[in-house]
């Protein structure tokens, strides 16, 4: 299953819906809020020094490389899959 965002204007829908999903193999088109999901693992926030004291407020949290949903734990029916860097 290949995956993308498609918006309205380029779909030819029109309604308050910012973007769609499409399966680009199918073509079948769904809502944000069905959308099959691909988490990648992300990072954000650091490490700090401040009045001699070290601390971090680094969050480890999965995003949707399609929709742009967030999620802290990955569902239990869920699986991540492992993609080959190329270098």
Known sequence: ????????????QRGLRLFYIEDTETGEVFEP???PHD???MTSGG????DGEVWDDTRDYLVCSVCG???DQLPADAVLEETEIPF
């Open 47 to 50: 490490s700090h020094f401040s």
């Open 39 to 41: 988490w990648q693992p």
């Open 69 to 71: 949903a967030e999620i």
């Open 1 to 12: 299953m290949t995956l993308r965002r498609i918006y309205p204007s380029k779909a030819g």
């Open 33 to 35: 809020e069905q959308c």
